[in-house]
């Protein structure tokens, strides 16, 4: 069973720097594709980027320029960068597989999910 745990929880002020990791265990998921997804209090479940196992990435248009995905095969890590955080970015912060490596945007396309980390972006 893939477990998914994510880090980096934080306070930080607009326009500072945050960065989040999820740590892989528990099977074969060299050819997964890897998605950073966000709830804010009160609304839904959003895509925020998205990479594969080729390294291919994607980004919510409101984040594009400012977040990075990536990933580490070798530490079966996967990271998110933040930079120039807003307050619209607080939210709770999710990393999620798919056991496929073609994009989903949608929560429903997703196998694996981590319980989530709190990024709150405050002065």
């Known amino acids: 069973q893939v477990q998914l745990q994510e880090s980096g929880p934080g306070l930080v002020k607009p326009s500072q720097t945050l960065s989040l990791t999820c740590t892989v265990s528990?099977?074969?998921?060299?050819?997964?594709?890897w998605s950073w997804f966000r709830q804010a209090t009160g609304k839904e479940r959003e895509f925020v980027a998205v990479?594969?196992?080729?390294?291919?990435?994607d980004y919510a248009e409101s984040v594009k320029g400012r977040f990075t995905i990536s990933r580490d095969n070798a530490k079966n890590t996967v990271y998110l960068q933040m930079h120039s955080l807003k307050p619209e970015d607080t939210a709770i912060y999710y990393c999620?597989?798919?056991?496929?490596?073609?994009?989903?945007?949608?929560?429903?396309?997703?196998?694996?999910w981590g319980q989530g980390t709190q990024v709150t972006v405050s002065s």
């Open positions: 999620a597989a798919r056991k496929v490596s073609n994009f989903d945007y949608t929560p429903s396309g997703y196998n694996y």
């Open positions: 990479i594969n196992w080729s390294g291919t990435k």
């Open positions: 528990g099977g074969a998921y060299q050819y997964y594709a």
